[in-house]
């Protein structure tokens, strides 16, 4: 039974030494439906002083788990760190202990929240979003080591990444379709070269706040760590808004485009979403989510074999010999007009934030009060043309793979 209002305020005065609570509401999904209970027990409340204030309590081990890590990377969010963002972060106010949780008091920020589509259906919007998020990716690592917080290696990431693909592929339930694509993308050895960086790591629509046009203020820190740029990209390309490629655009500008495969490592971990919903499905044993997992799958497949889905990773072509390559450059034809790029990124396809939270991630528990899935539809990725598919650059054989990626790979091969 979700917690009153009046009890939330009490709690309140009991986190927040000389507290004075001159009006409470309840906030969040049992102020939208009474009755309902989410992930958190939350209540806005106004102190004499005329301060905004949000108390939240678990509802859950998996939300205590969240509101834990939550603390911990905003302690590791000093002044100095907060002064290199275009944004505001939440400030901690205090806590007090409840029958094997705690409430935890925060400072409300400013601004409104969106969904995806409406976030990526305004330029403005978009663009400042795009330019907020680089500005995470800007920040020192250092403060990330010294909190303790996690920190993965390019190759960690691939590592991770390869390990979740196989324990979706040992449910049965994995399509040998995606198993092959997510697989030649694991193997891509340049779709991995990047450098770390820090990350929000549980980034989405729901982590922004707005105001005036711009993003105001970003929430949900308990993934943040070291690690692949492009997870805090993915839920970009699966929004409806016809901006969307603003954002990734105005990131790429403030970044200066040192990361050419993001895009498609970021597409990649928004088709990993399916998995982890299939994996949380059998984890839970729940029947219907495995139903609903394995529906959007197959969706996923037909957009792959319909060629609407753009490659996560070229495909190599023959190794040609110095002779090969001459008689090819002999047999081209010269002054061949080259064909416009475009950049455009349709993607139509399923609502991360409908997967349900980060407990489905490896690596932190979820925040979302309740999880659905929605069906995927025709996709078209970026950097699309026409229906041809963008053109490939030559690869050059890396050779076989080490003793170490085989071993990894023997489990889903």
């Not at 969040?28 to 027990?41: I, K, M």
């Not at 969904?115 to 305004?122: F, K, N, P, V, Y």
């Not at 808004?241 to 954002?247: C, D, L, N, R």
Request: include cysteine; glycine fraction near 8%; proline fraction near 5%.
């Amino acid at each position: 039974m979700a917690r009153s209002h009046l009890t939330l305020a009490a709690l309140a005065t009991s986190a927040v030494p000389g507290l004075d609570v001159v009006q409470a509401r309840l906030h969040g999904s049992s102020a939208r439906t009474p009755g309902a209970h989410g992930a958190f027990d939350s209540a806005l409340l106004i102190d004499s002083d005329g301060r905004t204030l949000i108390i939240r309590v678990p509802a859950s081990q998996a939300a205590e788990t969240e509101q834990s890590a939550d603390l911990v990377a905003l302690r590791a969010l000093t002044t100095g760190t907060r002064s290199r963002l275009p944004f505001d972060v939440p400030e901690f106010v205090g806590q007090a202990p409840l029958s094997g949780t705690r409430a935890v008091v925060y400072e409300l920020l400013p601004g409104d929240s969106f969904d995806a589509d409406a976030l990526t259906g305004h330029a403005g919007v978009s663009g400042s979003i795009g330019r907020a998020i680089a500005a995470i990716h800007g920040l020192p690592t250092a403060f990330v080591g010294t909190a303790g917080l996690p920190q993965q290696s390019a190759e960690e990431c691939r590592t991770s990444t390869i390990e979740l693909i196989d324990r979706a592929a040992a449910t049965g339930y994995l399509p040998a379709a995606l198993l092959r694509r997510w697989e030649l993308a694991t193997d891509d050895d340049s779709l991995w070269q990047f450098a770390p960086c820090v990350v929000h790591g549980s980034m989405s629509a729901e982590s922004f706040l707005i105001s005036d046009d711009a993003v105001s203020g970003v929430l949900g820190w308990s993934a943040l760590s070291v690690g692949d740029p492009a997870r805090d990209l993915n839920w970009l390309l699966a929004s409806r808004g016809a901006a969307g490629e603003t954002a990734v655009a105005s990131y790429a500008a403030a970044r200066q485009g040192n990361d050419p495969r993001i895009t498609q490592r970021a597409m990649l971990y928004a088709e990993l979403e399916l998995a982890r919903w299939l994996l949380h499905g059998t984890d839970t044993r729940n029947q219907s989510i495995v139903d609903d997992a394995v529906a959007m799958l197959d969706g996923l497949v037909d957009s792959v074999h319909t060629n609407t889905m753009h490659p996560l990773s070229p495909k190599t072509g023959p190794i040609l010999d110095v002779t090969d390559v001459e008689n090819m450059l002999a047999a081209t034809p010269r002054g061949i007009p080259r064909r416009d790029l475009g950049s455009s990124m349709h993607t139509d396809a399923y609502n991360l934030s409908e997967f349900g939270p980060s407990e489905f991630d490896d690596d932190s528990a979820g925040s979302a009060d309740s999880a659905g899935g929605a069906a995927a539809d025709t996709t078209a990725g970026p950097f699309a043309d026409d229906a041809t598919g963008p053109i490939g650059t030559v690869q050059i054989d890396a050779g076989p793979a080490t003793d170490d990626q085989a071993a990894t790979r023997s489990s889903s091969e």
